[in-house]
């Protein structure tokens, strides 16, 4: 018997009525309904000091960016959630993959990295739903030895593409989104066997 594949769902927000991360745990539904463990984190909960290697010299890694490092270590999968900030990632997000990235003594670099996959996906107010940061989430994530699935999903007009409960308005975007976390968990289930 295989151990059950582990996936690490985020949002690069930190807004509390995130529409990222409302879309995220979407995903992340799909990913358990298709027999993968799902551990959702808020970036939130976690605030960093922005990277800076003098800090990092002087005090090591912050506790919040070495809680984090651990939870991607310990998962296999990853859904992320990317806002679209002109046209790039938020800088929440990429500071924590900065932080995450850094190695310690002793450990092998990118080790939160190295063989992980990933399904990335957005949501944005504007017409283009966040295709063009996932453009470069991608490119950063694929440049740090992450697999990333060719799917992605971007919501456009996010302001109305959401219920109160969190589920989206249009029911072939939700199976959609829900399919995406599916597709990561099956990649992975199959990896594991």
């Known amino acids: 018997m295989t151990n059950t594949p582990k996936i690490l769902a985020f949002a690069g927000s930190t807004r509390q009525a995130s529409y990222n991360k409302m879309l995220v745990k979407i995903a992340a539904t799909g990913a358990r309904l298709a027999g993968t463990e799902v551990t959702y984190v808020d970036l939130r909960d976690l605030p960093m000091p922005l990277f800076d290697e003098d800090l990092e010299a002087n005090e090591g890694l912050p506790e919040n960016a070495r809680k984090f490092k651990e939870l991607m270590i310990a998962h296999q999968g990853l859904l992320i959630a990317s806002p679209e900030y002109n ?75 959401f219920n109160p409960d969190g589920t989206l308005k249009d029911s072939k975007q939700q199976e959609a989104v829900e399919h995406l976390g599916a597709k990561l968990a099956g990649i992975l289930v199959k990896l594991s066997a």
């Open 87 to 161: 046209s790039s990632i938020t800088a929440v997000l990429k500071n924590a993959i900065d932080w995450a990235s850094r190695p310690q003594p002793g450990e092998p670099g990118l080790v939160a990295f190295n063989g992980k996959v990933a399904a990335i996906m957005s949501a944005s107010p504007g017409g283009l739903g966040g295709l063009r940061g996932l453009a470069n989430l991608r490119s950063l994530l694929e440049n740090i030895n992450v697999m990333v699935i060719p799917d992605q999903k971007a919501i456009s007009k996010a302001f109305e593409a």
